[in-house]
């Protein structure tokens, strides 16, 4: 790979062929950002290469350094994880000897033929221990050896492989090349959760930090900085330091945390721990327990995140919740700041969060209380030929869209809903993704479908109908099938449709593009139930800090709609359409990211909705499934919306209509021959 050199601000960056003009725009944020130590929260649609984007400008940038920083690159999964180090090394030939190394879970790297069936923090302790007594041949071998057998990370599973035939530890041998590493692949969890945080405070120290995909970002850090204590761990501990000179003082302990219940008194939960317990206090009860108990040991821990929140002056950024379900005692960070905060402490150079779909930006900003001296909402690649944006106010009988939890239940709304789909099911080609508010909302419309009848026999008749499982093993089975049925006949259609939820597993990341999502429409807007503790805290909380916790609850609702609409348009040469069916978006549109809200069109009649979609699908070279009614009303053969309801009498219209629609044809048919009559007596 040749590839190209540009000048980008004041650096010259090195890409693989000439960038768009948005990659463009997109690096010199970067750059300025990295010039000025500043920080950065940049959106860039999917499709715009922003990644490959981000890396030129970093390793460029990197490269003029007298003294080049380390960067953390951060992303949600592992699989994602894995794309990033790809992209660093299909770029090698531009940037070689870049050094890379992954930091995974035990989960993806261990090699023990036991503790590797484990999981979780049943697998950490296990590890744990096993290290501790020198009984793992893996870890062994990892100590004896000067470096590990692999020198870089490229690939999880390649660098699982090279530490599998040398029998030495996969998990440890990535942290130690992380520390000599030019670039580190690694989990949020490693930049948010404050207890990793600290762990790894020597890899943090003198970084840039980049948050990839960051459209959850106020969870994972709000998650970070959240403790939970489960009831057995407390009863472990009691058990682990009876008869020890400690037991009184976790007794007590314990007995204040038990009846400790409900979060509005964590005034004085807090003050409890500011004049009865102190760090001195922890030390002596880890000090008592010769075994190393797993409760105890989780019991401490909890105690001294309480005491650093008491330590630091944070107490007002926390509620304590009792979680019944698990039995936990729960103290529930509200600041997605404080995290970002203790980065920023560890002496992080920059930090720039991106994604495809952050909007909208303005609660995002004030809830993560940063200073970004770069704010990006960055164009699209695609021209404005290749989306159809519309918010669709009413249905195909006229009844007005709007799925509020007080309405998404009326049969009415429903009937009008399912008929409504079923029209563009006609008319959009191969796969159409659907988002619900909610899998309850989801469930309750299906439901109806099915029992109706003739909406989900229609719906059948022209997709292949697939529902998003709740269960992870479920879900990947319907997406298999669906991505098969995508392209498939049907007996008046073709392809299929996935039925999926706001904030669900597909809304969250997986890549549909081309056939298998030329349409996306969301049914409402995702707002969560706001009667849950945790919302109604948070809530509570922005108000208090007057900082609208109203306002959050929109844009939070609205960032997992962009999210959905992300599905769309997945590369440069990628279209679709995509369709909000509920009337409360005409009054929200500039919550939706800038390329989206240009160009959206509302549109307060069915019928001009249909025949814009068949234009659109028609100018991409793609007709509609064979139906002549369709086609005349793409040519303007047929007149107004009354056409589109009474010509599709099954699908279109409920008995009302019907009987609306036949009264109509008396009507004609009594105008012809009155009129055929008038004129046989003019031409007596």
Not at 396 to 402: C, F, H, N, Y
């Amino acid at each position: 790979m040749e590839g190209i050199t540009l000048q980008v601000e004041d650096v010259p960056v090195k890409f693989p062929f000439k960038p768009y003009p948005c990659q463009v725009k997109y690096m010199s944020a970067v750059v300025r950002a990295l010039n000025c130590n500043g920080n950065a929260i940049l959106e860039s649609p999917t499709g715009t290469g922003k990644t490959l984007a981000m890396l030129c400008s970093l390793l460029s940038w990197r490269s003029t350094q007298e003294n080049p920083p380390k960067i953390l690159f951060a992303s949600r999964t592992h699989s994602q994880l894995s794309q990033v180090a790809q992209e660093i090394d299909s770029l090698s030939s531009l940037y070689p000897a870049i050094r890379v190394s992954i930091l995974a879970s035990r989960d993806q790297y261990c090699l023990h033929p036991t503790i590797s069936t484990y999981h979780s923090l049943s697998q950490s302790s296990a590890c744990r221990a096993a290290v501790a007594s020198s009984s793992c041949l893996h870890y062994t071998n990892y100590k004896k050896f000067a470096k590990p057998p692999v020198e870089t990370v490229r690939d999880i599973e390649d660098f699982v492989a090279g530490c599998a035939a040398h029998k030495t530890c996969a998990y440890y041998s990535a942290q130690h090349l992380a520390q000599s590493a030019d670039v580190v692949v690694l989990p949020y969890n490693y930049l948010t959760d404050r207890n990793l945080q600290f762990r790894h405070k020597s890899l943090i120290n003198d970084s840039i930090v980049v948050f990839d995909e960051a459209h959850n970002i106020t969870k994972f850090c709000e998650n970070g900085y959240t403790f939970a204590l489960p009831a057995s761990a407390m009863n472990s501990a009691l058990d682990a330091l009876d008869g020890t000179q400690a037991a009184d003082k976790c007794h007590e302990i314990c007995q204040f945390l038990e009846e400790f219940y409900d979060y509005d008194y964590q005034a004085s939960f807090f003050q409890f721990f500011e004049s009865y317990v102190s760090f001195d206090d922890v030390k002596q009860l880890r000090g008592a327990d010769d075994n190393n108990d797993p409760g105890l040991n989780e019991l401490l821990i909890f105690l001294e995140n309480i005491l650093d929140i008491v330590d630091t002056q944070t107490t007002d950024s926390y509620n304590i919740l009792y979680e019944s379900e698990t039995q936990s005692l729960v103290c529930v960070c509200l600041d997605p700041s404080i995290s970002l905060k203790t980065l920023k402490k560890f002496t992080v150079r920059s930090l720039i969060i991106t994604s495809g779909t952050i909007s909208p930006l303005p609660s995002l900003i004030k809830e993560l209380d940063t200073e970004f001296s770069e704010v990006l909402r960055n164009d699209h690649v695609i021209k404005p030929s290749q989306a159809l944006v519309q918010v669709v106010t009413r249905g195909s009988d006229g009844e007005p869209l709007e799925s509020s939890f007080k309405n998404r239940s009326s049969e009415t709304y429903l009937r009008s809903l399912g008929n409504s789909l079923v029209n563009y099911f006609r008319i959009i080609p191969a796969g159409i993704l659907v988002f619900f508010p909610s899998y309850t909302a989801m469930d309750i419309a299906v439901s109806f479908w099915r029992e109706e009848g003739n909406i989900w026999s229609s719906m059948q008749q022209l997709k292949s109908c697939h529902v998003e499982a709740r269960n992870k093993e479920y879900f990947y089975r319907s997406l298999k099938r669906y991505q098969n049925d995508c392209t498939n006949d049907t007996p008046n259609g073709k392809g299929a449709v996935l039925f999926a939820v706001c904030r669900g597993k597909l809304a969250e990341g997986v890549d549909l593009r081309d056939d298998k999502s030329r349409g996306v429409i969301i049914v409402g807007i995702p707002y969560t139930y706001m009667n849950d503790p945790l919302v109604a805290m948070k809530m509570d909380y922005l108000e208090r800090k007057k900082m609208g916790g109203k306002a959050w609850y929109q844009q939070t609702a609205f960032r997992a709609v962009n999210q959905a609409l992300g599905r769309a348009i997945r590369h440069e040469h990628d279209y679709g359409a995509m369709l909000l069916l509920d009337e409360r978006f005409a009054d929200a549109l500039e919550l939706l990211p800038a390329w989206i809200s240009q160009s959206t069109e509302v549109v307060s009649q069915f019928g001009s909705s249909i025949k814009s979609t068949v234009q659109f699908f028609k100018y991409h070279d793609i007709s509609p499934p064979a139906n002549t009614y369709y086609n005349k009303f793409a040519n303007g053969e047929l007149g107004s919306v009354k056409d589109v309801k009474w010509l599709e009498l099954p699908v279109l219209t409920n008995s009302f209509a019907v009987v609306k629609a036949l009264l109509g044809l008396l009507y004609t048919v009594c105008l012809t021959l009155v009129r055929g009559f008038m004129f046989l007596v003019r031409s007596r």
